[in-house]
Every structure is written in C-alpha cells, then in structure tokens.
C-alpha cells in the first residue's frame, strides 16, 4: 500500500507546538521532511533550537499521532542538518500567532540587527509604537515589548537566521 504523503502532512498538523498549543509544528516550520521510504514513514523535525527543551515531548507527541493514524513503520528523526529560522513559520503559523497574543516575526532577511525589534506591531491593537523591553523573553525564541497605545505588554517570536 502506497503512503499518501500528502495525508501524512495533514495528520501532523494535529500535532501542536507545546509552548503555543495554537500553533501546529508544521505550521512552525519544525517538520522539516515527510517521506516515504521504502513504506516506512520518515519524519525529520528540526527544532526552533538546539537546546530546545521540548524536543523529546515533541518528537513523541509525533510518535503517537501517526500511531493513532495506523502508520505504524515510522522513524522520527530530529535533524540538525539544516538550521530552522524563523521563515519556516507558515502565513497560518503567523496568524496562529498574532490570535495567542504573540507579534510574528518579521523576515529573518531582514533582521539585521537587534534595533530591528524596536518598533514591532502589537498583536492586539495592530500598532508599531511599541518599544523592545528585553530581548530576552521567557523561552529563548521570543522577546519582551511594550505597547505606548493599548498600554499592553506582549512577546514577540524572534526572527531568526
């Protein structure tokens, strides 16, 4: 029986982020391969990063989501073979983030230096007259700021390259 990849990709858009359960992994861009490999499934998943401390969690989560699927033959492999970065993030992840409250990123092309983060739009008021007020937020892939219009504090997921 032939693997329908396509349907492999839909079934991990079940599998949500654990950090931002609004958010599938492949949405965030961590799926990085399906593949059917001589009928085994062949996941790869790149983490956001190295040290991420959900990588297990995730990779089981996957695991157990083709298990229920009836795709029994898989492998799950993490791969750092090419780096994830924040354009990986699908338009719908974008959307996905803005609604949890977090301001997308901007283009990892265009994050050339951290005065980039200055002026971020706010995801609740849609404004830009916000102000970075720490680049280290409480996981290592967003940031704090501070919107001067709602009067709010958000977090941004951090371009990366």
Not at 27 to 56: H, M, S
Not at 92 to 109: H, N, R, T, V
Request: proline letters at 7%.
């Amino acid at each position: 029986m032939e693997i329908d990849i396509e349907k492999v990709w839909k079934i991990l858009e079940e599998v949500k982020d654990p950090e931002i359960p609004v958010l599938s992994l492949v949405d965030l861009g961590v799926i990085t391969k399906v593949e059917n490999q001589n009928q085994n499934l062949y996941i790869e998943i790149t983490p956001t990063f190295v040290g991420c401390p959900a990588l297990d969690f995730m990779k089981q989560e996957v695991e157990e989501k083709l298990n229920q699927h009836g795709f029994i033959k898989h492998e799950v492999k993490v791969s750092f073979e090419k780096p994830w970065n924040s354009d990986k993030i699908s338009e719908k992840g974008k959307q996905a983030l803005k609604q949890f409250g977090l301001a997308p990123p901007i283009s990892a092309e265009l994050f050339t230096d951290i005065s980039v983060l200055e002026h971020v739009i706010c995801p609740r008021c849609n404004n830009n007259n916000t102000e970075l007020k720490n680049p280290f937020g409480p996981t290592l892939c967003r940031s704090i700021h501070y919107c001067n219009d709602c009067k709010e504090a958000f977090e941004q997921f951090k371009p990366l390259q």
